[in-house]
């Protein structure tokens, strides 16, 4: 019987594990995820050369408007089929539903986690990670539609003192990653509309750009001053403090303007 890998590749190739390569080069067919994230050197070419094999990237379309059709047509030819993922497999929702639909059919499973944003982001703040609250993603507004749904996860994770992970918009098939400067324009927007205190323009933030990679960014201060700031390429991430102890303080210092 076929089986279906979901491979978690890291953030760059260098984050690739033992097993994740093993169970790639195991493989009759390996598609890549080509729009829920980003990686340094991460593409199907660069994937293809580092293992020696034919990588095909996959769309948006082809996962979810079509049900992962072009994975279960190879594993219906009896394929042992990869479906990598740049960071950890099950961090997009879209990638549990495949998983879901592939454990229904009764499909064999091979899972691989990989070094994922929110192990990487949380480590290099220096807080403590046992103090973070609910995550959420700053998406862009749609059809003039602003979402406010993470705004009330900052709201109600505060109110508990605890830390929040922010996630930005980003398709990569198409080119779109949110910066932090649009992310917090998007914030103060929200919180001028609704006024509710939960997030001013003196209060501080960090900004961690390209987490991992070679040229990573972390970047604390005030709200009004990063706004501005260029923080370079993406992807880029934010953390809102909550209620901080005295050594996450002299941790976030690391990273203040100068």
Known sequence: MPWLAFVGLGLKLKHLTLEAIEVLKESDIIFLDSYTSVGEDISAETLSS??????????RRNIEDENGKIIF??????LNVSFA????????????????????KGIRIKIVHGISIYSVAISC???????????????????GITYEYFYDVIKENK???????????????????????????LLMEIERKRKERVILENEKVLVIARASLRNQKCIYGAISELVSKDFGPPPHAIIVPGKLHFIEEEALRRFMIK
């Not at 830390?163 to 992310?183: Q, R, V, W, Y």
């Open 50 to 59: 580092f293992l020696k094999k034919q990588v095909i990237p996959v769309s």
């Open 73 to 78: 047509d190879a594993l219906d030819k009896g």
């Open 85 to 104: 993922v740049i960071g950890d497999p099950f961090i997009a929702t879209t990638h549990i539903a495949l998983l879901l639909y592939a454990v229904r």
């Open 125 to 143: 703040s220096g807080l403590m990670s046992y103090k973070f609250g609910k995550s959420a993603t700053i998406v862009y507004p749609k059809e």
């Open 159 to 185: 109110r508990r003192g605890l830390h929040t992970l922010l996630l930005l918009d980003l398709d990569a098939e198409k080119g779109i990653f949110m910066g932090a400067n649009e992310a917090l324009k």
